[in-house]
């Protein structure tokens, strides 16, 4: 026969069996006011019984927002507990788009919480070319516009600014004179000489205003595709050229005689920014040979030439010059990049207009 747990004697007729023993009904004591349990349901504290009401009266956990004792399920968040209404409408998070509050998953962006269809619908950032919202990984361009992984591999990309070209932006032209355009390169492009003339004064006269002088020379301006200037460059190895100076030159006994300037030929179809930049990197060349600058190293006769290109697109303050400046700044061509950085650096340390009128009067790098 079993024995009642609490007295030890043997239990004769009508028994309780809970927590793992038997029990005279008169002995199942509630832990909190001693007297019988004798209702069917009870908790458990630390293997001792309860009655429901002595439990909520000393044993159950509050609510940290309203203070009242909590029964059944409940919210644990950050160490306190609360009832589930209770932390729904006045302690979790409530989404900062409709401010309704949120349960289950749900995103986090700068620092604020949002449903996962309102972050989905209304914040998450949308890709730039489908237009669809981007939840996980993404691609975000030198213009801060993003786009999905996918469209890397699949668009062309811009030979001028890096942006992608997806098919619908792909209009007449867009391959022209051996590049590829997106639509903004292509919408302000310079395609003809005439077009050109005015930008191609005002790059002259911008150069002028840093201190360049070029004897009145008269210069022509052409126009090429990739292909013509790649042949203009005469064996000279330089990948994607965008300018070449026009020179006829005389040799005597097989060494340099003299050299005469007739102008600078470009890329056609470059955005106008490009183009005015790389007119002031052909105009350097004019300037390093009308003064008879001839034996600098290739690194900086070319990384003097990028500077010029480089103060010009800093002066502007637009998106498109600062994404040009910041091109040269990163460049890892040995001559076109490190060339450009070096010269900067020896510049800014001598000061721009002192190192031109040094460079001019001696005809050598300064140091």
């Known amino acids: 026969m079993p024995r009642c747990k609490y007295c030890g004697q043997t239990v004769w007729s009508n028994y309780i069996t809970a927590l793992g023993a038997s029990w005279h009904p008169e002995h199942f004591l509630c832990a909190g006011c001693g007297r019988p349990l004798i209702e069917r349901e009870f908790q458990v504290v630390d293997g001792k019984p309860y009655h429901n009401t002595c439990y909520l009266a000393s ?14 399920a409940y919210q644990n968040y950050d160490g306190h507990a609360y009832h589930n209404e209770c932390y729904r409408e006045h302690v979790g998070p409530r989404c900062a788009y409709c401010s309704q509050p949120i349960s289950g998953s749900y995103q986090k ?21 489908c237009h669809k919202p981007l939840l996980n990984r993404y691609m975000v361009d030198a213009w801060n516009d993003c786009y999905c992984l996918e469209h890397q591999e699949h668009y062309p990309q ?3 600014c890096s942006r992608l070209i997806p098919p619908e932006q792909q209009t007449p032209g867009w391959d022209a004179y ?3 355009r997106c639509i903004i390169c292509h919408s302000n492009s310079i395609e003809v000489v005439e077009q050109a ?39 000279r190895s330089i990948n994607h050229p965008l300018g070449v100076t026009l020179s006829s030159r005389q040799l005597r006994n097989g060494s340099l005689y003299s050299s005469h300037i007739e102008g600078v030929a470009v890329l056609q179809g470059m955005p106008s920014t490009l183009f005015a930049g790389v007119i002031l990197h052909e105009l350097g060349h004019v300037w ?25 697109y800093s002066s502007l303050n637009t998106p498109e010059g600062r994404y040009h400046a910041e091109r040269l700044e990163s460049a890892s061509d040995p001559i076109y990049g490190e060339g ?3 010269m900067r650096t020896r510049a800014d340390k001598l000061g721009f207009q002192r190192f031109v009128e040094t460079l001019q009067a001696t005809r050598q790098l300064p140091g």
């Open 178 to 180: 051996g590049v590829t």
């Open 197 to 235: 003339q005015p930008l191609f004064q005002e790059c002259k006269q911008w150069v002028a205003r840093q201190g360049f002088r070029f004897n009145q020379l008269p210069l022509r301006l052409e126009l090429h595709d990739r292909s013509t200037l790649t042949d203009m460059l005469q064996g």
């Open 59 to 72: 044993q159950a956990p509050r609510c940290a927002y309203c203070g009242q004792p909590i029964s059944g």
């Open 288 to 312: 390093l040979t009308v003064h008879r600058i001839e034996q600098l190293p290739l690194w900086a006769e070319e990384g003097f030439c990028q500077l010029l290109s480089y103060r010009y």
């Open 158 to 160: 811009c030979s001028f």
């Open 109 to 129: 962006h700068d620092e604020r919480s949002y449903h996962n269809e309102c972050y989905r619908e209304h914040v998450a950032p949308r890709c730039i070319y």
């Open 340 to 342: 450009f950085r070096t």
